[in-house]
Structure formats: structure tokens, C-alpha cells
């Protein structure tokens, strides 16, 4: 494809790609209209840029009975637009191509001018300028003013001639200059038929039109004050439209505009797009709670007790585990404890849920925009709540076994046999001395106090102390579990949610490319 020349710096394919994309994107999500003159933008970019630089095109708009005609021949220095008293004058566009330009009739064959003139000798401007006569935008006729809106669209350079008398016509502003506010660098207006005015109304007309211009965000346009049949002024404005050929950028700046105000035209219909990429912590903590991945965990922590309890303890309580079993909670537990249904999370909490993140994530989005993450993120609830059984299903939750619980119930055995002996041997002194047996020798003592008491008091002290240290560790220990339990179910629970909810997480980082492609079409 032929380059335009650039100014340093400035590259129009990537922004071209970024409003293909920005369009394809846009499509049954905005309104038509915007999306098919944003497109047509990007057709007709791409179609121009292929048509170099060797021309710059301008075209002379303006309605019925502004003198543009008149304008057009002095330009050409010959009769060669009709010119006459009957509305519409101008039928069809008529190019007037001044020197020899590489590819002219490629150029205006893509803007469907037919009617082409060459002047044989100079006439003031520069070479490579291609000047169209367009039909009279307010013309009756439909077909004149479907002509001006397509040309209007593909020129490089809008030359307005207006009328002293109709220059703050409506249809002219309202039709075509309010949507050309990207455009001021390519737009030139020139004021005809000051002749008939004298210089305070030629004044006071030039100051009014630059007030409507500058209120349309068109403050830049120059103005150039003319008479089409007395020739004043036609030296500055043939300077203008010379300028403008030999700098050859117009085409690449009405490019420019044209994609600005495509990307403009496509961002109001966005709205204020999400900050940060979907995030799915705050659905996986809800559906966490509606699985009752807590209740699971505190179930499992209890059967961790359950196991370190009967892990841990002594000799003696282990030979009476008839006692035991009367004294410890029930040793048995199933996941059966739980109703069967309530493994699942409830389907009204995963659509609530879903429906919060899709009105999180479309908060400031235009209305089309939220109802699409919407639908989206309903249509997830049924794969949700199926990803989320299966996750269920794979955490296999079973009490470890922990190295300290043996040695635990060794020692804690300890403390029971040195109560035990202290016990039995106080109650062999006890028995004797009802039993008027003969008398035993004392037992030793240990700080004033009888030997047995000491092994009965410490041992019991030990046993109590030992039982509640392993209480202490075990609930320690059943935290942790519990801990571990949660996070298993959490971490599944994450790659259910992740899957299920890609569609809405592919749609916001679509509607985030979108937002970043017209970031990239602006430039």
C-alpha cells in the first residue's frame, strides 16, 4: 500500500487496525448507524491512504446561490462549472486537476467525479491540487445531497463558501459543521460577496461567523472574506489552498479527524469501562459459604480431635476403653451427618451472587453493555453449580497422623503408673492398718511429706496437666487441619469459578480491549 508522507512520529496503520478491531467489537452492541460510519471510516481511510500523496483534494461545498460555481471557474481562470439563475446550478461534481498528478484519475474514479478539467496554463495555484465544484448541499434534488454527504466524507480539504446573507443556515450547521469539529486543520471558509456589503457589515458578518464557528468548536478555520466576481481576496485564499498542497499533510490530517471523531462517536456509547481485569475472589467466598465449606472444615476439625484423642491416650484409659468410650464424645462421624443436598451450593445464592458481580463489573456501562454482562453472567449459574459439585467431589479430606501423639500418650502413661503405684500403696497402708495386720515399715518421705502421697498428688497433678497440654495441642493442631481443609475446598472451589465465569471475564477484557483500541484510534 502507497504511504502518505508522515509528519515524524505519525503512523496511521495501528490505528487503523485499533478501529477494526473497535468495530468488530461494536457490532450488535451499538447502534448500527455509529457502527457503520465508523466503519466506513476505517474503509475509507484505508482506500485513500492506498491513493498517495501526489494530490490533495479539496472541495468547494456550499449552498444554493453562494457563488461557489463563480468561485470554482476564477480558481480555473474558464467558464468550466455552469453557472446560471436556475436552483439547483450544480448537477454533478466537477474536478479541476491542476499539473500532472501520478494517479488523478485513480483518485477521483474512488470519488466517482466524472467530470475532470486540466488548465493548459497557470492559474495561481500550486501543482498537485485537485479543486471539486460539489452539488448545492441544500439542493431539493436527493440525489445532489447523497453526492455532498459521501464527498464531504472523502475529501482531503472542505472549502465552504457561504452567502452574507445565509451563512448561519441551519442545515449547513447542523448538517455537516457540527460533526466536523475534528476537522479544523482541513476546513477553510471563505465569505463571498462582500462586494455587496460595506465594510462595517462585512466586519460585523466576519466577527458574527467566526462567534457560530468558534461555538461549534471550529474557532481555527480561517475566514476569508471574498468577492467571487470582483476577484477581492482571491489572492489569499489561492495562497491558503496552495499551502495546503505543498505541505501535502491534509490528507493525513482529515484521516486524522475522521478517526478521532469515529472513536469519539463509538466511546459515548460506552460509557465508564471496569478499572481492573474480573476478579473472582469475592464469588468464590460466596459460593464457599453457600457449599458450607466452613461447617466441612469445622466437621473435619472435629474428626482430627476425634482421632488425636484416641491417638493419645494412656495405657491404663486404653485398657478400659469400655470406660473411655462412655467418657470421650462419639468416636464415630460421616459426611452422611450432613443432609446429602446441602453439599451444593443453593442455586438462588450462586445466580444472586453472579448477578452482583455483573452489576459490579457493569457499574457506569452503558445500558446494552450491563445487560449483556448480565446475561452472561446468569447463563454461568448452571455450569456453576455443576463445576462446583465436581470440586467438592475431588477434596479428600483425611486426619493426619502426627509424630507427637505417641510420644504424648508414653509420657502422659508415665504420670499414670506414678499415680497409680502412689494410690495402690497408700491403699495397701490403709488396708493393713484395718485389717490390723502387722505394722509396715514407714514409708520414706520427701520433704516432711509420706512417699506414696507424693506419687499419688504428683501423678494425678502430672495426669491433669498432661490431659490438658494434649487438649491444647490437639485443638491446636485441629485448627490448623481445619485451615487446610478450607483452603482445599477454596482452591478447587477457584478453578470451578475461574471456568465457569470465563465468559464474563472474556467479555470485560473484550470491552476493556475495546475502551484501549479507541484510546489507540485517538492517537
Known amino acids: 500500500m502507497a504511504e502518505l508522507s508522515k509528519e515524524p512520529g505519525q503512523d496511521l496503520a495501528p490505528r487503523l487496525h485499533a478501529l477494526e478491531r473497535a468495530v468488530e467489537a461494536s457490532r450488535g452492541m451499538m447502534p448500527p448507524d455509529v457502527v457503520d460510519r465508523a466503519s466506513a471510516v476505517r474503509v475509507n481511510a484505508g482506500e485513500r491512504l492506498a491513493r498517495g500523496d501526489a494530490a490533495i483534494v479539496v472541495a468547494l461545498a456550499g449552498g444554493t446561490g453562494s457563488g461557489k460555481s463563480t468561485l470554482f471557474n476564477n480558481l480555473a481562470g474558464d467558464d468550466v462549472a455552469e453557472v446560471g439563475?436556475?436552483?439547483?446550478?450544480?448537477?454533478?461534481?466537477?474536478?479541476?486537476?491542476?499539473?500532472?498528478?501520478?494517479?488523478?484519475?485513480?483518485?477521483?474514479?474512488?470519488?466517482?467525479?466524472?467530470?475532470?478539467?486540466?488548465?493548459?496554463?497557470?492559474?495561481?495555484?500550486?501543482?498537485?491540487?485537485?479543486?471539486?465544484?460539489?452539488?448545492?448541499?441544500?439542493?431539493?434534488?436527493?440525489?445532489?445531497?447523497?453526492?455532498?454527504?459521501?464527498?464531504?466524507?472523502?475529501v482531503d480539504v472542505l472549502l465552504w463558501v457561504l452567502d452574507p446573507q445565509k451563512y448561519a443556515q441551519g442545515i449547513l450547521h447542523r448538517g455537516y459543521l457540527k460533526d466536523l469539529r475534528q476537522h479544523a486543520e482541513v476546513q477553510l471558509v471563505a465569505l463571498n460577496k462582500v462586494d455587496e456589503l460595506v465594510a462595517a457589515e462585512r466586519d460585523t458578518c466576519v466577527a458574527d461567523l467566526r462567534r457560530i464557528l468558534a461555538s461549534e468548536g471550529l474557532g481555527k478555520v480561517p475566514i476569508y472574506p471574498i468577492s467571487a466576481t470582483e476577484g477581492t481576496g482571491l489572492g489569499k485564499l489561492r495562497a491558503a489552498i496552495s499551502e495546503l498542497a505543498d505541505r501535502r499533510t491534509a490528507a493525513l490530517q482529515r484521516i486524522d479527524g475522521d478517526l478521532r471523531k469515529a472513536a469519539d462517536d463509538l466511546a459515548a456509547q460506552l460509557g465508564l469501562p471496569p478499572e481492573k481485569p474480573l476478579d473472582p475472589d469475592p464469588l468464590v467466598e460466596v459460593v464457599g459459604a453457600a457449599a458450607r465449606v466452613d461447617d466441612r472444615a469445622a466437621a473435619e476439625a472435629d474428626r482430627y480431635k476425634i482421632a488425636a484423642r484416641r491417638a493419645t491416650r494412656p495405657p491404663l484409659l486404653r485398657a478400659l476403653s469400655g470406660i473411655v468410650r462412655r467418657r470421650e464424645p462419639s468416636?464415630?462421624?460421616?459426611?452422611?451427618?450432613?443432609?446429602?443436598?446441602?453439599?451444593?451450593?443453593?442455586?438462588?445464592?450462586?445466580?444472586?451472587?453472579?448477578?452482583?458481580?455483573?452489576?459490579?463489573y457493569g457499574r457506569g456501562l452503558t445500558r446494552p453493555w450491563r445487560s449483556r454482562l448480565r446475561e452472561v453472567a446468569l447463563n454461568a449459574s448452571e455450569p456453576l453449580q455443576r463445576l462446583t459439585s465436581d470440586a467438592l467431589g475431588r477434596v479428600t479430606a483425611t486426619p493426619p497422623k502426627r509424630s507427637w501423639w505417641r510420644p504424648l500418650s508414653l509420657l502422659w502413661g508415665v504420670f499414670e503408673l506414678i499415680a497409680l503405684v502412689g494410690i495402690v500403696w497408700l491403699l495397701v497402708l490403709a488396708a493393713s492398718t484395718f485389717l490390723g495386720l502387722p505394722a509396715l515399715d514407714p514409708p520414706a518421705s520427701v520433704g516432711g511429706i509420706s512417699l506414696p502421697i507424693v506419687l499419688s498428688v504428683g501423678g494425678i497433678v502430672g495426669w491433669i496437666v498432661f490431659r490438658l497440654v494434649r487438649e491444647r495441642l490437639i485443638a491446636t493442631g485441629a485448627k490448623r487441619y481445619a485451615q487446610w481443609v478450607r483452603r482445599a475446598y477454596h482452591t478447587e472451589i477457584a478453578e470451578a469459578v475461574k471456568e465457569a465465569i470465563a465468559p464474563l471475564a472474556v467479555e470485560i477484557a473484550a470491552y476493556q480491549r475495546l475502551v484501549e483500541d479507541l484510546r489507540a484510534v485517538v492517537g
Open 331 to 360: 468416636s464415630t462421624f460421616s459426611w452422611h451427618d450432613f443432609d446429602p443436598e446441602a453439599r451444593d451450593p443453593s442455586p438462588v445464592a450462586v445466580q444472586h451472587a453472579l448477578q452482583e458481580l455483573s452489576v459490579r
Open 85 to 154: 439563475v436556475r436552483r439547483p446550478t450544480t448537477t454533478d461534481p466537477v474536478a479541476l486537476v491542476v499539473g500532472e498528478i501520478e494517479g488523478a484519475d485513480s483518485l477521483l474514479d474512488w470519488l466517482e467525479v466524472r467530470k475532470r478539467f486540466t488548465p493548459e496554463r497557470k492559474i495561481g495555484l500550486e501543482s498537485g491540487l485537485i479543486v471539486l465544484d460539489l452539488p448545492d448541499h441544500d439542493s431539493i434534488r436527493s440525489d445532489h445531497k447523497e453526492t455532498v454527504d459521501r464527498l464531504v466524507q472523502r
